[in-house]
Protein backbone atom coordinates (compact mmCIF):
# COMPACT_ATOMS: atom_id res chain seq x y z
CA UNK A 1 0.00 0.00 0.00
CA UNK A 2 1.53 3.15 -0.97
CA UNK A 3 2.36 5.91 2.18
CA UNK A 4 2.73 3.19 4.19
CA UNK A 5 6.07 4.14 6.46
CA UNK A 6 6.55 3.17 9.69
CA UNK A 7 4.81 5.77 11.23
CA UNK A 8 1.81 4.26 9.28
CA UNK A 9 2.46 0.70 10.31
CA UNK A 10 3.33 1.68 14.29
CA UNK A 11 -0.47 3.24 14.19
CA UNK A 12 -2.01 0.26 12.41
CA UNK A 13 -0.88 -2.24 15.17
CA UNK A 14 -2.06 0.39 17.93
CA UNK A 15 -5.34 0.78 16.01
CA UNK A 16 -6.06 -2.65 14.63
CA UNK A 17 -8.07 -3.60 17.79
CA UNK A 18 -10.50 -0.51 17.82
CA UNK A 19 -10.31 0.25 13.76
CA UNK A 20 -10.04 -2.57 12.79
CA UNK A 21 -7.70 -3.04 9.30
CA UNK A 22 -6.15 -0.70 7.01
CA UNK A 23 -7.54 -0.34 4.03
CA UNK A 24 -6.73 3.15 1.88
CA UNK A 25 -3.72 5.96 2.59
CA UNK A 26 -4.98 9.29 1.51
CA UNK A 27 -1.81 11.83 1.44
CA UNK A 28 -1.49 15.73 1.74
CA UNK A 29 1.73 17.65 0.70
CA UNK A 30 2.73 20.69 0.41
CA UNK A 31 6.76 21.97 0.36
CA UNK A 32 6.83 25.56 0.88
CA UNK A 33 9.86 25.94 -1.84
CA UNK A 34 9.24 29.96 -0.64
CA UNK A 35 10.54 29.60 2.17
CA UNK A 36 13.79 27.62 0.48
CA UNK A 37 15.26 31.46 0.34
CA UNK A 38 14.27 33.37 3.73
CA UNK A 39 15.56 29.99 5.28
CA UNK A 40 19.25 30.24 3.45
CA UNK A 41 19.50 34.26 4.34
CA UNK A 42 18.27 33.48 8.09
CA UNK A 43 21.51 30.80 8.21
CA UNK A 44 23.66 33.26 6.59
CA UNK A 45 22.59 35.28 8.98
CA UNK A 46 23.26 32.96 12.07
CA UNK A 47 26.76 32.24 10.60
CA UNK A 48 27.38 36.07 10.34
CA UNK A 49 26.13 35.43 14.08
CA UNK A 50 28.69 32.68 14.52
CA UNK A 51 31.83 34.53 13.55
CA UNK A 52 31.30 37.37 15.84
CA UNK A 53 30.23 35.26 19.18
CA UNK A 54 32.01 31.87 19.34
CA UNK A 55 35.43 32.58 17.05
CA UNK A 56 37.49 31.00 19.58
CA UNK A 57 40.93 32.76 18.58
CA UNK A 58 38.90 36.53 18.14
CA UNK A 59 40.24 39.53 20.11
CA UNK A 60 39.48 43.07 20.14
CA UNK A 61 43.18 43.09 18.71
CA UNK A 62 43.35 40.33 16.63
CA UNK A 63 39.98 39.15 15.06
CA UNK A 64 39.95 35.87 13.82
CA UNK A 65 36.30 36.53 11.86
CA UNK A 66 35.75 35.19 8.35
CA UNK A 67 39.24 33.64 8.16
CA UNK A 68 37.85 30.40 6.69
CA UNK A 69 35.60 31.60 3.81
CA UNK A 70 34.64 27.81 2.93
CA UNK A 71 33.99 26.83 5.63
CA UNK A 72 31.65 29.73 6.59
CA UNK A 73 29.63 28.85 3.53
CA UNK A 74 29.16 25.33 3.94
CA UNK A 75 28.33 26.10 7.65
CA UNK A 76 25.59 29.30 6.70
CA UNK A 77 23.59 26.95 3.80
CA UNK A 78 23.60 23.94 5.73
CA UNK A 79 22.17 25.76 8.50
CA UNK A 80 19.90 27.21 5.98
CA UNK A 81 18.60 23.95 5.03
CA UNK A 82 18.11 22.47 8.34
CA UNK A 83 15.95 25.25 9.05
CA UNK A 84 13.84 24.73 5.68
CA UNK A 85 14.06 20.78 6.06
CA UNK A 86 12.48 22.17 9.60
CA UNK A 87 8.78 23.19 7.43
CA UNK A 88 8.86 19.66 6.33
CA UNK A 89 6.82 18.94 9.69
CA UNK A 90 3.67 20.78 8.58
CA UNK A 91 4.54 19.86 4.52
CA UNK A 92 3.11 16.40 4.71
CA UNK A 93 -0.56 14.92 6.45
CA UNK A 94 -2.00 11.44 6.04
CA UNK A 95 -5.58 10.48 6.31
CA UNK A 96 -5.95 7.10 6.95
CA UNK A 97 -9.52 5.05 6.13
CA UNK A 98 -9.42 1.50 8.45
CA UNK A 99 -12.24 -0.92 8.46
CA UNK A 100 -13.71 1.17 11.36
CA UNK A 101 -13.40 4.71 10.43
CA UNK A 102 -10.70 7.01 9.40
CA UNK A 103 -7.58 8.36 11.58
CA UNK A 104 -5.40 10.96 11.84
CA UNK A 105 -2.69 13.18 13.46
CA UNK A 106 -1.40 9.78 14.45
CA UNK A 107 1.99 10.02 15.16
CA UNK A 108 1.41 9.98 18.82
CA UNK A 109 -1.90 8.33 21.04
CA UNK A 110 -2.42 11.67 22.38
CA UNK A 111 -2.70 13.54 19.23
CA UNK A 112 -4.35 11.25 17.55
CA UNK A 113 -8.20 12.03 15.93
CA UNK A 114 -10.15 9.60 15.66
CA UNK A 115 -13.15 9.34 13.26
CA UNK A 116 -15.52 6.21 13.81
CA UNK A 117 -17.80 5.33 10.89
CA UNK A 118 -21.03 6.07 13.36
CA UNK A 119 -19.63 9.75 14.16
CA UNK A 120 -19.68 10.75 10.57
CA UNK A 121 -22.73 12.09 8.70
CA UNK A 122 -22.45 9.97 5.47
CA UNK A 123 -24.78 12.67 3.42
CA UNK A 124 -22.17 15.52 4.14
CA UNK A 125 -19.47 13.32 2.56
CA UNK A 126 -18.16 15.24 -0.85
CA UNK A 127 -15.43 16.36 -2.88
CA UNK A 128 -14.67 20.08 -4.06
CA UNK A 129 -11.81 21.57 -6.10
CA UNK A 130 -11.23 25.47 -6.74
CA UNK A 131 -7.80 27.69 -8.04
CA UNK A 132 -4.78 28.03 -6.85
CA UNK A 133 -6.21 29.38 -2.83
CA UNK A 134 -7.31 25.62 -2.27
CA UNK A 135 -10.90 24.71 -1.76
CA UNK A 136 -11.57 25.34 2.13
CA UNK A 137 -10.61 28.41 1.59
CA UNK A 138 -14.25 29.22 -0.40
CA UNK A 139 -15.71 26.59 2.55
CA UNK A 140 -18.00 28.17 5.32
CA UNK A 141 -19.48 26.65 8.01
CA UNK A 142 -19.94 27.05 12.01
CA UNK A 143 -17.04 24.72 12.97
CA UNK A 144 -14.87 23.57 10.07
CA UNK A 145 -11.57 22.19 10.64
CA UNK A 146 -9.13 21.49 8.55
CA UNK A 147 -6.99 18.14 8.22
CA UNK A 148 -4.33 18.48 5.40
CA UNK A 149 -2.45 21.14 3.76
CA UNK A 150 -3.49 23.49 0.78
CA UNK A 151 -4.16 21.02 -2.17
CA UNK A 152 -6.40 21.33 -5.63
CA UNK A 153 -9.17 18.73 -4.39
CA UNK A 154 -10.55 18.48 -0.44
CA UNK A 155 -12.69 15.95 0.77
CA UNK A 156 -15.40 17.07 3.01
CA UNK A 157 -17.30 15.46 6.33
CA UNK A 158 -19.42 15.99 8.63
CA UNK A 159 -19.01 15.02 12.84
CA UNK A 160 -22.02 14.13 14.34
CA UNK A 161 -22.79 15.62 17.98
CA UNK A 162 -22.33 12.42 20.25
CA UNK A 163 -21.55 12.22 24.06
CA UNK A 164 -18.21 12.39 25.05
CA UNK A 165 -16.78 8.79 25.40
CA UNK A 166 -13.21 7.34 26.21
CA UNK A 167 -11.27 5.52 23.00
CA UNK A 168 -7.94 3.75 23.46
CA UNK A 169 -7.70 4.67 20.12
CA UNK A 170 -7.03 8.70 20.31
CA UNK A 171 -9.25 11.44 20.89
CA UNK A 172 -12.68 10.88 19.03
CA UNK A 173 -13.86 13.61 16.57
CA UNK A 174 -16.11 16.66 17.88
CA UNK A 175 -19.09 17.79 15.89
CA UNK A 176 -18.64 20.04 12.84
CA UNK A 177 -17.03 20.00 9.17
CA UNK A 178 -13.93 18.78 8.29
CA UNK A 179 -11.56 19.36 5.22
CA UNK A 180 -9.01 16.71 3.71
CA UNK A 181 -7.07 18.74 1.02
CA UNK A 182 -5.29 16.91 -1.15
CA UNK A 183 -3.62 17.28 -4.93
CA UNK A 184 -4.42 13.35 -6.02
CA UNK A 185 -7.46 12.85 -6.98
CA UNK A 186 -10.25 12.72 -4.62
CA UNK A 187 -12.36 9.24 -6.21
CA UNK A 188 -10.35 6.34 -4.55
CA UNK A 189 -10.62 8.07 -0.96
CA UNK A 190 -13.97 9.14 -1.70
CA UNK A 191 -14.92 5.42 -2.80
CA UNK A 192 -13.51 3.85 -0.26
CA UNK A 193 -15.13 5.90 2.14
CA UNK A 194 -18.53 4.25 0.75
CA UNK A 195 -17.04 0.97 0.85
CA UNK A 196 -15.99 1.06 4.41
CA UNK A 197 -19.42 2.52 5.67
CA UNK A 198 -21.35 0.46 3.56
CA UNK A 199 -19.08 -2.81 5.16
CA UNK A 200 -19.89 -1.18 8.63
CA UNK A 201 -23.94 -0.87 7.70
CA UNK A 202 -24.53 2.92 8.32
CA UNK A 203 -27.49 3.98 6.58
CA UNK A 204 -26.83 6.18 3.78
CA UNK A 205 -23.59 5.30 3.09
CA UNK A 206 -24.28 3.31 -0.59
CA UNK A 207 -25.11 7.05 -2.28
CA UNK A 208 -22.06 8.46 -0.98
CA UNK A 209 -19.93 8.42 -4.23
CA UNK A 210 -23.51 9.34 -6.39
CA UNK A 211 -23.73 12.88 -4.35
CA UNK A 212 -20.13 13.42 -3.90
CA UNK A 213 -18.28 12.57 -7.31
CA UNK A 214 -16.88 14.19 -9.46
CA UNK A 215 -15.55 16.73 -7.66
CA UNK A 216 -17.40 20.02 -7.49
CA UNK A 217 -15.84 22.83 -8.79
CA UNK A 218 -16.23 26.04 -5.98
CA UNK A 219 -16.36 29.61 -7.36
CA UNK A 220 -17.30 31.38 -4.86
CA UNK A 221 -18.19 31.50 -0.80
CA UNK A 222 -20.29 28.49 -0.14
CA UNK A 223 -21.87 27.48 3.38
CA UNK A 224 -22.29 23.61 4.45
CA UNK A 225 -24.37 24.24 7.09
Known sequence: MEGR???VRRAEARLATEMGGLVYIASSRRIRWTWLLPCMVLGFVYGVIGQ????PRSSATTPDRFGNIPLFLVTSVLTGLVLWALTFAIAFRKLLVFDGGMVTTYAQQSTTRVFPWADV?????M???AGPAGPTSLLAAKRLTKLGVRGKYAVVFEGLPRPN???AAGQT???GFWTFETSQDPAPLVRTIEQAMMKSGVPG????CARALPPRVLTER???D
Open 127 to 129: AVT
Open 52 to 55: FVIS
Open 173 to 175: SAP
Open 205 to 208: AARI
Open 165 to 167: KAS
Open 5 to 7: NWL
Open 222 to 224: TAL
Open 121 to 125: NPASV
